[in-house]
């Protein structure tokens, strides 16, 4: 099985940065997915982690780390559009999620 | 392009009544799955399917039926609706396939269900 951590809320003010960390236990893994929900919405992705190090898009960066279980979701120049959960989710064949992490741009 | 199509988008059961979610996906993926959505709980695994006519259980199968007889489809029974079933629902699809990464997930526009 796996186990998947993230903090539940998160606020920042708009143009500022903000690190999500996701922590996760499993015994098998396959890669790492970040996901963008909006409220009311369906989620979508952000992006993919399967090897250890950084993975840049633009405004998002998406970081992972194998040997400690740990990932991140680096936001960079927030925007208000921003405001969302943003969702770790575990590949071990089947995709597993964290509970999300709300984040909140306040200008 | 259609991608993944759920209906219906809004359903209100009693107690005890049955009822089927649909999920269809023309992107010939392989991989489909349903999770419900609960506030605080985040996306919870049903079932899943890695093909046609294979299914397995996810962490809360309990309470729901699924078949996979075509690739295209992938409905959600609930046999007996109780008011814990009352959430989110979102079938979602992958091209990859059970043992290779599942690779990017596409929703649907998810189902509320209400279980009075």
């Known amino acids: 099985g796996q186990n998947i951590d993230q903090p539940t809320e998160m606020t920042a003010t708009e143009g500022a940065i903000v690190q999500i960390n996701c922590t996760y236990q499993t015994s098998g893994f396959n890669g790492l997915f970040w996901y963008q929900q909006h409220a009311g919405e369906a989620p979508t992705f952000l992006s993919y982690n399967v090897l250890d190090g950084l993975e840049e898009k633009g405004r998002f960066s998406s970081f992972l780390s194998r040997s400690k279980g740990y990932s991140y979701l680096l936001l960079k120049e927030l925007q208000m559009k921003d405001s969302a959960s943003y969702l770790c989710a575990l590949n071990d064949y089947k995709l597993s999620f964290g509970a999300g992490t709300t984040v909140t741009v306040r200008a | ?116």
């Not at chain 2, 729901?64 to 489809?73: I, L, P």
């Not at chain 2, 091209?95 to 998810?110: I, K």
Request: glycine share 12%; hydrophobic share 30%; aromatic share 10%.
């Open chain 2, 1 to 116: 392009n259609a991608g993944v199509t759920q209906t219906p988008k809004f359903q209100v059961l009693k107690t005890g009544q049955s009822m089927t979610l649909q999920c269809a996906q023309d992107m010939n993926h392989e991989y489909m799955s349903w999770y419900r959505q609960d506030p605080g709980m985040g996306l919870r695994l049903i079932h899943y399917s890695v093909g046609a006519g294979i299914t397995d259980q996810g962490e809360v199968p309990n309470g729901y039926n699924v078949s996979r007889s075509t690739t295209e489809d992938f409905p959600l029974r609930l046999l007996s609706a109780a008011p814990s079933q009352t959430s989110v629902y979102f079938c979602a699809s992958s091209g990859g396939g059970a043992l290779s990464n599942t690779g990017e997930l596409f929703f649907g526009e998810g189902s509320r269900l209400t279980v009075l």
